[in-house]
C-alpha cells in the first residue's frame, strides 16, 4: 500500500464515520489537514496537536482516553425493538438491524464502570453518534437510567457523555419520555449526594440538551462542540435570517452561562479526577494519575 | 365556526336540516316527521365520523381556533383566579401564564401555555411556544405552590418550544430539563392535562406529573406530524402518514402506557360544546385531586418516578 492511498483511506474512514481510528499509519486532520502518525494522534487523544480540532469519537475511544484497558462494560444486554412497528421511508426494524451490522453497537449508548484512578471509581454513560445519529430511544433512556441506579447504589460518581442528534422519531412518544426518566432518576442521584459530571460533545441537541446533558452539578464540554435545543436549520428557517458566526458553540454556551468550563480532551482525564476528589472528598494522591 | 373537510357529510345534512326548516316555518308544509328524519341522520353521521376520526383528522381538532385554550379553562373552572408573572429573571413570558385560584374551595396552582386568536394575539403569545422564562416562571410558581403546599395543574397546549436566538441564548434546553428534574421530585400533587397540541418538548417542559391525561381530540409526541414528515419522508406531504406511524392520539397514548387517562369530549370536539368541556374538566380534576390528596407525598413522589422509569420498550437477553 502506497503512502498516499493511506492517508487518503484515513480521510475516507473519517469523513464517513466508520470508524473513528483509521487503519492507516498516518491520520490527517479533517480541518487543518496536516498529517500525523495515526499511533501518535491516538496518543493525544483524537485531537490534532497542530489546530485542537477534537475527532468526532465514540464509547469505544472514550473508555480508552479515561480508563485504559481497566473497565467493566455494564448492562450490555439491553436491546431495542420496534414498539411502534414504525415505517417511514424504510422500516426501522430494518434501520436498526443495518446500524447493528453497519457499527458492531447494539444501539447509541454504551456504560461502563472502571477506575479513573486507582483511588477514583467513575461510571460512564456514552453515546455513540455513530448509531442513528446518536439519537435517544428506550435503550439509551433505560442504559441512562440504570446508570445512575448503578452509580447511587454504589456510591460511585457519573459521567455522562453526550453526543446526539436529539430523539429517535421512530420511538415517538416513547423517545420523548425518556428525557423525564432520566431527569427524574438524576433528581435522586442529586438527593443522595452522588456527583454528576455531564460532558457534552459535538455535537448536543434537542432532547438530549433537554434532559440529562443540561443537568450536571458540573456541565462541561469539548472546545468548538455544537450545543443548542433547536437545531440550526430550523432556527434559521424560524427567523428567516443566517445565525451569527459562533452561535451554539461551546463557547457561546460557556459565555451564556450553561457551561462550568470547555477541557480539551487531552486534560480531560486529570481535570475530572481533580474535580471528582474534591466533590468526593477523597485526598488527592499525586500518584494517582 | 370553521369545518374541516371530513365534516362535510355532515355540514351537508345540517344545511338540508335548514333549508327544511324554513319551508316548515313558512307553514304552508307540515315537515316535522322530515326534520326529525333528518335530525337522526345527523346524528348517525357525526357518531360516524367522529367516532373514527384518524390521527391526523384529531391533530386539525386538537388546532381548532375556537378550541378552548387555557385561561378559558381557568375563567370557567376556577374561581378567584390571580395571575401572577415573571421568572424573576428576565422577563414575563405570555405563551406561558400561571396562578393561584381555588376550585371547589381548595387553592390551586394553574400554569399553562397559551395560544392566540387573532393575529394579533397569536403573536403576543407567540403562538403558544414559550421561551426560557416561561419555564422558568413555571416552576418558579411551582416551587411556591410546594412552599405552601397547594396542588399544580398544569395545561398543555404547544406547537414546540421556541425556537430562535434569545431562547438559545437564555438556555432553552436547560429550562426544560430543570423543570423535568424538579417536577419529578416536587412535594406537592401534579396533575397534568393535554388540552391541545403537545409537542415534545415544549409540552414535556410542564408534562411531569402524578396523573398525565389527555383529552379526547389532542396528540402528544416526540414532533409533529408535519416536522416528522419532512424529515423522514423529506417533504411536507406525507404529514397524515406520519400522524399514523407516530402514535400520537389520545387512545394510542393510553394503550402505550404513556399517559394515565383520557378524558372524552364533546362529540366533534371541546369546542362544540364548551359548557359541556368545562364541566367534564371539573368533573376529573375533582375526582383525581380527591385521589390524590389522599396519599402521602412521599409515596406520590415514588409513583411519579417509578412511572416514568417504566416508558421504554426494549429487549433484554
Ligand atoms: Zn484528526
Ligand atoms: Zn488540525
Known amino acids: 500500500m502506497s503512502w498516499y492511498k493511506r492517508v487518503k483511506e484515513g480521510i475516507t474512514t473519517l469523513t464517513s464515520e466508520k470508524k473513528a481510528v483509521p487503519d492507516g499509519l498516518w491520520h490527517k486532520c479533517s480541518r487543518c489537514k496536516k498529517t500525523f502518525l495515526s499511533e501518535d494522534h491516538q496518543k493525544n487523544c483524537y485531537v490534532c496537536s497542530n489546530c485542537n480540532y477534537h475527532d468526532k469519537v465514540g464509547s469505544h475511544e472514550y473508555f480508552e482516553i479515561l480508563f485504559g484497558e481497566d473497565f467493566t462494560e455494564l448492562f450490555e444486554n439491553i ?68 446508570a445512575i441506579d448503578y452509580a447511587r447504589e454504589n456510591r460511585i460518581p457519573l459521567l455522562i457523555i453526550s453526543k446526539s442528534g436529539g430523539a429517535r ?23 443522595a449526594g452522588i456527583p454528576y459530571i455531564s460532558l457534552l460533545t459535538d455535537p448536543t441537541t434537542g432532547g438530549v440538551t433537554a434532559s440529562f446533558a443540561m443537568l450536571g452539578d458540573v456541565n462541561i464540554a469539548e472546545p468548538e462542540a455544537l450545543i ?62 | 365556526m370553521s369545518h374541516f373537510d371530513f365534516e362535510k357529510p355532515i355540514q351537508d345534512l345540517i344545511e338540508q336540516l335548514d333549508e327544511l ?115 422558568r416562571k413555571a416552576l418558579r410558581l411551582m416551587k411556591m405552590a410546594e412552599r405552601f403546599n397547594i396542588p399544580v395543574i398544569c395545561m398543555i397546549d404547544t406547537p414546540g418550544a421556541s425556537p430562535g436566538l434569545e431562547a438559545e441564548e437564555r438556555g432553552q434546553g436547560e429550562a426544560i430539563a430543570r423543570n423535568l428534574y424538579e417536577m419529578s421530585v416536587l412535594k406537592v400533587p401534579i396533575i397534568c392535562i393535554i388540552i391541545g397540541e403537545g409537542a415534545s418538548g415544549g409540552a414535556l417542559g410542564i408534562g411531569v406529573g402524578d396523573r398525565v391525561l389527555m383529552m379526547e381530540n389532542t396528540w402528544y409526541s416526540v ?38 387517562g383520557v378524558i372524552p369530549e364533546p362529540l366533534g370536539g371541546a369546542h362544540n360544546d ?28 415514588e409513583e411519579r418516578i417509578h412511572k416514568f422509569s417504566e416508558m421504554g420498550e426494549f429487549i433484554e437477553k
Open chain 1, 79 to 146: 436491546y431495542p425493538s420496534d414498539p411502534l412497528g414504525f415505517k417511514d421511508t424504510k422500516e426501522y426494524s430494518k434501520r436498526l438491524k443495518e446500524s447493528q451490522e453497519k457499527s458492531g453497537m447494539t444501539d447509541a449508548m454504551r456504560v461502563a464502570v472502571g477506575n479513573l484512578n486507582a483511588d477514583m471509581k467513575l461510571v460512564v454513560a456514552c453515546m455513540d453518534f455513530g448509531f442513528i445519529g446518536g439519537s435517544m430511544g428506550s435503550v439509551v433512556g433505560e442504559k441512562i437510567a440504570r
Open chain 1, 169 to 191: 422519531m421512530m420511538e415517538a412518544a416513547f423517545s420523548l419520555m425518556q428525557m423525564a426518566k432520566t431527569s427524574s432518576k438524576l433528581a435522586l442521584l442529586g438527593k
Open chain 1, 228 to 289: 443548542g435545543f433547536a437545531g440550526p436549520r430550523v432556527i434559521r428557517e424560524t427567523i428567516g435570517k443566517d445565525l451569527p458566526k459562533g452561535f451554539q458553540s461551546s463557547e457561546f454556551v460557556l459565555e451564556h452561562g450553561f457551561l462550568d468550563f470547555i477541557v480539551v480532551r487531552t486534560d480531560l482525564k486529570a481535570k475530572l479526577s481533580s474535580l471528582l476528589h474534591i466533590l468526593m472528598k477523597v485526598p488527592a494522591n499525586q500518584l494517582s494519575n
Open chain 2, 21 to 135: 326548516t324554513k319551508v316548515h316555518e313558512k307553514g304552508k308544509v307540515d315537515m316535522s316527521s322530515k326534520i326529525s328524519e333528518l335530525e337522526q341522520k345527523i346524528l348517525v353521521a357525526k357518531k360516524e365520523v367522529y367516532g373514527n376520526l384518524n390521527g391526523w383528522q384529531k391533530v386539525q381538532i386538537s388546532r381548532h381556533p375556537e378550541r378552548p385554550y387555557t385561561l378559558d379553562y381557568i375563567e370557567n373552572c376556577f374561581e378567584n383566579f390571580i395571575e401572577l408573572h415573571g421568572d424573576r429573571t428576565v422577563k414575563d413570558d405570555k405563551a406561558m401564564v400561571g396562578g393561584f385560584a381555588t376550585f371547589n374551595g381548595q387553592s390551586v396552582l394553574v400554569v399553562g401555555q397559551q395560544k392566540g386568536r387573532n393575529t394579533k394575539q397569536r403573536q403576543f403569545r407567540n403562538f403558544g411556544m414559550p421561551n426560557p422564562e416561561g419555564y
Open chain 2, 223 to 260: 414532533i409533529s406530524p408535519e416536522s416528522c414528515s419532512s424529515i423522514l419522508w423529506r417533504s411536507w406531504e406525507h404529514k397524515e402518514k406520519a400522524a399514523e406511524a407516530l402514535k400520537l392520539t389520545a387512545t394510542d397514548m393510553l394503550a402505550n402506557k404513556l399517559i394515565d
Open chain 2, 274 to 301: 364548551t359548557a359541556l368541556t368545562y364541566q367534564t374538566i371539573k368533573d376529573t380534576l375533582e375526582k383525581e385531586l380527591a385521589l390524590l390528596n389522599q396519599k402521602p407525598i412521599e409515596q406520590l413522589i
